[in-house]
């Protein structure tokens, strides 16, 4: 059976989505006012190679210039790989596995690693660094993680990332100090109790061994209200650390998470 | 002032400048946003992630005069991000009553705008992206490919699968209202 071509489908189509609102929310504007001040503007690397003034000698002399100074970083870099050992890179890197929403790759604003529509905080609690959702606010601890308490939404000793749009999406992040003499086996699995317990639970045989920048983790999936939430503890060194939350941006934020 | 010292001035770090872009351009982002996601809140998400995101990156835009593509570019992939962080985008299922009013024609104005509805959930947020910038802000498919930064032969199968698949659901649609209608009648 062949379909005929309907001649009014384009312009139904064009009539139903103008019936949608154009109108952005007020307190879209307000946040983007109030927000981008505090992002720090991306650094350009233009050289004006088309300026009127400068003459054909000069363009050539700056030509030049590029291909010697490219020729020499070459040459280091090439002899610092060749005697640089063969051990990976010194900033530890997450294991957990990517998010399949990582940026997509034709992004426009891709420029070196960083992703786009993300800042990095820098917690003035902890001393870490993460990147975050440009859109996320950010609320840094106010005091330390106490021992025996756990991380919440409302706790003061977490470092909290909101959606701005009804705070529906949320992570939270906080370490503390481990008492001496406890192995970091022992801290988990006190962790784990603990968690248990709390408000928004996460049952015992929920938790899965992994790894965290290297450091011995456990992780586990649950759900905060309606929400799928996913939570890591890990310890590196003498601390006890945890992400937890909105599963996509929570494994995105591991991968560039970097101690003090 | 016009555009172009704003956004030279904004990319040069005045905030005044940016101030007045970002005004000027919200209600557009949103109007992209809220009909490629279909949804108010992850649209504002995402017109405040494109926003800040300008703000940004502005440095690095090497052709100011290309700005409203530009920006178009970054909500586009704001709304991608919004919409494969939340999965929901064939998750959504809702029931549509059909009207028994003797009115002209009822079935037809209900399927159009239900059956549209449901039909562009099931397309991908790339999809829908061409079908909006082509079906609502009329560009070109070349200037969506430039907007994109996908080729145009790209631009032209995602809009004709994209119409393809809806045309199908909503015939489909249209055919049992129809036959619902003459069943009850």
């Known amino acids: 059976m062949t379909r005929s071509i309907d001649p009014l489908f384009d312009p139904r189509l064009a009539d139903w989505l103008e019936d949608d609102d154009s109108t952005a929310p007020e307190q879209a504007l307000e946040i983007v006012l109030a927000s981008f001040p505090s992002i720090k503007q991306r650094r350009a690397w233009r050289v004006p190679w088309r300026t009127t003034s400068m003459t054909s000698t000069l363009r050539l002399g700056l030509a030049a210039a590029v291909v010697i100074a490219a020729a020499l970083g070459s040459v280091y870099f090439l002899g610092s790989r060749s005697t640089a050992p063969v051990a990976g890179p010194e900033t530890p890197t997450p294991t957990v596995a990517p998010s399949p929403t990582a940026a997509p790759s034709d992004s426009p604003a891709a420029v070196g690693t960083t992703r786009p529509n993300w800042t990095t905080f820098t917690s003035p609690q902890y001393g870490y660094t993460v990147d975050h959702p440009l859109a996320f606010q950010a609320a840094p601890a106010t005091e330390a993680w106490p021992l025996g308490e756990v991380v919440g939404k409302e706790e003061p000793w977490v470092d909290k990332f909101f959606s701005a749009v009804g705070q529906t999406t949320f992570v939270g992040i906080a370490s503390q100090q481990l008492p001496e003499g406890l192995t970091a086996e022992a801290a988990l699995t006190a962790y784990q109790q603990q968690v248990a317990e709390r408000f928004c639970a996460v049952p015992l045989d929920a938790w899965t061994d992994t790894t965290v920048l290297d450091s011995p983790a456990i992780r586990a999936e649950f759900s905060f209200g309606d929400s799928p939430a996913v939570e890591y503890a890990w310890i590196n060194g003498d601390r006890g650390w945890v992400i937890s939350g909105n599963p996509d941006v929570v494994e995105l934020m591991l991968e560039s998470f970097e101690y003090e | ?185």
């Open chain 2, 1 to 185: 002032m016009d555009q172009l010292d704003l956004v030279d001035r904004a990319a040069r770090g005045d905030r005044a400048a940016f101030a007045e872009l970002a005004t000027g351009h919200i209600d557009r982002c949103f109007a992209l946003a809220v009909r490629i996601l279909r949804d108010r809140d992850r649209a504002q998400d995402a017109t405040q992630q494109a926003l800040l995101g300008a703000w940004r990156d502005l440095p690095t835009l090497r052709e100011p005069e290309r700005f409203d593509a530009w920006l178009y570019r970054l909500v586009v992939h704001a709304c991608y991000t919004e919409a494969r962080g939340t999965r929901r985008w064939n998750a959504r299922i809702r029931l549509h009553p059909i009207s028994n009013d003797p009115a002209p024609d009822p079935a037809h104005a209900v399927v159009d705008r239900a059956g549209l509805e449901d039909a562009f959930a099931q397309l991908t947020p790339e999809q829908r992206a061409v079908v909006v910038l082509h079906h609502h802000h009329g560009y070109p498919l070349t200037e969506i490919a430039g907007i994109l930064g996908i080729p145009v032969g790209t631009a032209r199968s995602r809009l004709f699968y994209a119409v393809r698949q809806l045309r199908t659901v909503l015939d489909g649609d249209l055919e049992t209202a129809v036959t619902t209608g003459e069943r009850s009648a």
